[in-house]
């Protein structure tokens, strides 16, 4: 059968990709679809064809899968954030499971045991942190939403089901300002205005809030007034940050912020430890199962008080602060210089002096430290969602640490860096999948290795 563009097809969905595409097949030819869920049985509609696949809209669902579920959000259709959302939880967690399983199979040639999926006991209102794109409606008002999938149109969204309630209220006010006092609004054809994102972090166990506002300029028109109008309605706000970013570019923060009320951060407590969070540090968005994620990793270290334990990509230094009372030492390594004040503050509140946070690519980092005759029992990496340098990998293995636990959110490159571990030395023992992101194609995996006898 020919498959050309604009065809309809009928066929049903048999599997779903990492990106949370469905997937149906037409005479072997695959065909990726979106919004699907697997048992379902549609007419699909092709919107493209390239030489070994193809991508496809729904025409009509004619038998709706027994995994679909009615979670509405009413920008689902166009907002690119929840892919899973019309699919019951249970069926999200197993797909979630396969994903990490076919990776750690597929691209890491890694028959290890896996461990059922941690779930999270909230699907909705997990996270901690947003980031909206403010932009200009066609009555000319100043709106605040998310990127319609694959570009940058903003689609207005004033609830956002995965935000807690108070954000949404706290971004439609910060709106009310901007429209009030006519504040110009960033434009991304034009690359003028000033106001170009609302970013939001909240701390889970303090309820304190940081408010963000990523613009052009060091500061907002009507500053003294936003002040007192904001902080007024929302005596959670504890700091208010202008973060400068004046570049053209898909990035949102810039590297430099102006501080203009409260001390620059807010304070939670993760496993136990008080973290202070500032604007430009990365912190896990959903809490709760970071908690859950990171007790995991500190149970496959098994650590005990003679230990020296490497904490590679360690952010404000969360993870090894939570071990450090277990160990002789700790040492973190991380990029960001903002957070690797956090750390060393979070050290000092938290009453911890076995703590060393070195601010350096962990690729050069990991060398010095052999180099000065440092010898880790244990390394935790996390790193981002590409993945270990390679640089990083043999040098962690030239110190011969007995177990390794990567941290990753990125299941395909974990898959990769450990199958190198593997060859350099190192067997999977076991890993186990978190969901820290319901409603999402993302996931997390917790991945113990031991060094081969
Ligand atoms: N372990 C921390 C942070 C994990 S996110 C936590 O759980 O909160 C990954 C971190 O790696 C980020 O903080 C990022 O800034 C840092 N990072 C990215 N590339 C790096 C590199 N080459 N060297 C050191 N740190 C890096």
Request: proline share 3%.
């Amino acid at each position: 059968m020919q498959i050309i563009k604009n065809s309809i097809h009928r066929c049903q969905v048999t599997a779903m990709t990492n990106e949370g595409n469905g997937v149906v097949k037409i005479d072997d030819f695959v065909i990726f679809v979106p919004n699907t869920a697997i048992g379902d049985i549609i007419d699909v509609k092709i919107v493209k064809v390239l030489k070994n696949y193809g991508f496809g809209i729904i025409d009509k669902l004619i038998e709706a899968s027994d995994t679909r579920t009615d979670n509405a959000c009413n920008i689902f259709n166009q907002c690119g954030g929840c892919c899973f959302r019309h699919i019951n939880y249970k069926e999200q967690l197993r797909i979630k499971q396969q994903a990490v399983k076919d990776a750690f199979e597929r691209i890491g040639s890694i028959n290890a045991q896996i461990l059922p999926i941690e779930g999270s006991q909230f699907i909705d209102r997990y996270r901690n942190k947003a980031q909206y794109p403010v932009g200009i409606n066609k009555d000319g008002k100043a709106i605040a939403g998310f990127y319609a999938k694959r570009s940058h149109r903003i689609i207005e969204c004033k609830d956002c089901l995965l935000q807690p309630d108070i954000f949404n209220n706290i971004v439609n006010s910060v709106l009310e300002f901007i429209n009030q006092y006519k504040i110009n609004v960033y434009n991304e054809q034009t690359k003028k205005g000033l106001i170009r994102h609302i970013y939001l972090r909240i701390a889970d166990a303090t309820g304190e809030i940081m408010l963000c506002i990523v613009a052009t300029g060091e500061n907002i028109p009507k500053q003294k007034e936003f002040i007192e109008y904001i902080t007024l309605l929302y005596p959670q706000i504890k700091s208010i940050v202008i973060n400068i970013n004046k570049k053209d570019t898909n990035v949102i923060l810039g590297d430099k912020c102006n501080y203009i009320y409260g001390d620059g951060y807010i304070n939670d407590i993760i496993c136990g430890i008080k973290v202070r969070i500032s604007s430009l540090a990365f912190y896990q968005v959903n809490k709760k199962q970071a908690e859950k994620l990171y007790n995991k990793a500190l149970e496959f270290a098994k650590l005990t008080k003679d230990d020296i334990l490497f904490d590679l990509y360690c952010g404000t230094g969360t993870i090894g602060l939570a071990a450090a009372r277990y160990v002789k030492q700790i040492i973190g390594v991380e990029i960001i210089p903002q957070a690797i004040e956090d750390a060393k503050i979070n050290a000092k509140i938290n009453n911890i002096n076995n703590a060393l946070f070195i601010c350096d690519d962990c690729k050069g980092a990991v060398k010095k430290l052999k180099q000065q005759g440092i010898s880790p029992d244990i390394i935790i990496v996390d790193p981002p969602r590409k993945g270990c340098d390679i640089d990083v990998i043999t040098s962690i293995c030239d110190l011969l640490p007995d177990r390794i636990i990567m941290v990753s959110c990125n299941p395909a490159t974990a898959a990769r860096d450990c199958r190198l571990l593997v060859e350099f030395g190192y067997t999977v023992e076991k890993y186990m999948p978190f969901d820290l992101f319901p409603n999402t194609a993302h996931v997390e995996t917790c991945i113990l290795l031991n060094r081969k006898e």
